[in-house]
């Protein structure tokens, strides 16, 4: 690590002494408009340079663009991310050097979003450069309603290396590497010392004509006739409340397979469905699984899986705004 910025120190060292005797050779000569044009686009030039080399070698500001860490990030916070925490990238979505680590337990971490559809190389590197270098005011990476496309993705580290997590109602069970047995999230924070902000913002009742709603799809999907529908299933599901809006496709996709089960139990690929999703997502050695704060509201982990070490950006240090809220996100800073 010492090398390399040993390296950009003299790197730069010779730039600015080739900068200071160009200036002295222009003094002696006849300013034109054109002369002065050209040096304030080299100033320009060398400003974005160094604000990109910043960017993408120390630390990078961030705007929080939904509300899937609510409370602890808002809707338009500002954030500092460390990009030396977690190694370093030779250049954006590039491969790591020099000393690297994956991300603890409970760390607040931005990751490239593995959903996220690239509308080309060319374009991905001018509106890096504008985002980098304008140290994130300018993003020209938004969809057709003028939206900012979630490239990077920011999350807390709920699961690491070995650990098994399942989700009933929404509800996350750890089975941490080395134990025999799932413990509600919420438990195993308590146990650990760890952060209490993971929460919930939907009643649990709310479930009950959820998964009706669910096993009622996978009913139909395996061609059971509205006739032969369950009485319990289609009464749990008309008492859907309209005023509640969430998706939990984890949740949703593990009652369907249920359904389709009572339809037809001798169905293989219903069972399989089940059994995988019912005993959860295994986090392999190198990677973490990512969850929003806000669990009922959060496109995370539950949807795309863990996400490998590789494609980890940085880690989120601290809130830079807005100014009445400025400060650290961990209970070690507050």
Do not use: C
């Not at 690239?118 to 270098?133: D, H, P």
């Not at 190198?286 to 863990?306: A, E």
């Amino acid at each position: 690590m010492d090398a390399f910025f040993d390296g950009v120190q003299a790197f730069t060292e010779r730039w600015l002494t080739k900068r200071k005797a160009m200036k002295v050779a222009k003094k002696n000569k006849k300013r034109t408009v054109l002369s002065e044009a050209l040096e304030w686009l080299d100033a320009i030039v060398f400003a974005v340079f160094v604000v990109l080399l910043i960017n993408q070698f120390l630390f990078q500001f961030f705007i929080i663009p939904s509300p899937s860490m609510q409370n602890t990030l808002l809707v338009g916070d500002r954030v500092m991310v460390s990009k030396l925490t977690y190694g370093l990238e030779v250049f954006p979505e590039g491969p790591k050097i020099l000393d690297s680590r994956l991300p603890d337990r409970d760390e607040i971490i931005t990751f490239y979003n593995p959903q996220y559809e690239s509308k080309g190389t060319l374009f991905n590197l001018v509106s890096t450069i504008l985002y980098m270098g304008t140290f994130s005011l300018v993003n020209i990476d938004v969809d057709e309603n003028g939206n900012m496309r979630e490239k990077l993705l920011v999350k807390r580290a709920a699961g690491v290396g070995g650990d098994t997590i399942t989700f009933v109602d929404g509800d996350a069970y750890i089975k941490a590497s080395g134990t025999g047995e799932y413990v509600l999230e919420e438990d195993f924070r308590a146990q650990n010392g760890l952060s209490t902000a993971p929460h919930r913002s939907i009643e649990k009742s709310t479930y009950v004509w959820y998964n009706a709603l669910a096993r009622l799809d996978g009913l139909y999907s395996e061609g059971v006739p509205s006739s032969q529908l369950p009485r319990h299933l289609v009464e749990d599901q008309q008492s859907l409340d309209r005023s509640v809006s969430f998706t939990d496709q984890y949740g949703y996709d593990k009652n369907v397979a249920i359904g389709r089960l009572i339809a037809n139990p001798a169905s293989d690929d219903a069972r399989s469905d089940w059994a995988r999703l019912n005993v959860g997502m295994y986090v392999p050695a190198g990677y973490v699984l990512p969850l929003g704060d806000n669990r009922d509201n959060s496109g995370d982990g539950r949807y795309f899986g863990p996400v490998s070490a590789k494609s980890i950006n940085g880690y989120v240090a601290t809130r830079i705004w807005p100014l009445g809220r400025i400060g650290g996100l961990y209970s070690a800073d507050v």
